[in-house]
């Protein structure tokens, strides 16, 4: 229940602009992403992972579309452009 209200926010937040997510790699890293659902390219393959787990957001610095482990997320910002 947590995670899909997350997930809900984190989406309404992302659909008005850019959010910066640090968190937790599978591999233990700590990693910084600037993501956005906002004028995002739309792909044909669709999300990858369709669950209350995981949030799909678009890297603006890679230019690609990336998966996040909501229990993973350490810290969410509004960045600094």
């Known amino acids: 229940m947590i995670n899909k209200l997350k997930?809900?926010?984190?989406?309404?937040?992302?659909r008005r602009g850019v959010l910066t997510f640090t968190f937790i790699k599978r591999d233990?890293?700590?990693?910084?992403?600037?993501?956005?659902?906002?004028?995002?390219?739309?792909?044909?393959g669709g999300p990858r992972y369709q669950?209350?787990?995981?949030?799909?957001?678009y890297d603006v610095d890679k230019?690609?579309?990336r998966t996040i482990?909501?229990?993973?997320?350490?810290?969410?910002?509004?960045p600094c452009l």
């Open 51 to 57: 669950s209350d787990k995981h949030i799909t957001v």
């Open 7 to 14: 997930k809900l926010y984190y989406t309404y937040k992302l």
């Open 63 to 65: 230019l690609d579309w």
């Open 28 to 44: 233990g890293t700590t990693r910084i992403l600037n993501g956005t659902l906002r004028n995002a390219p739309v792909t044909s």
């Open 69 to 78: 482990r909501l229990e993973s997320i350490v810290q969410v910002n509004k």
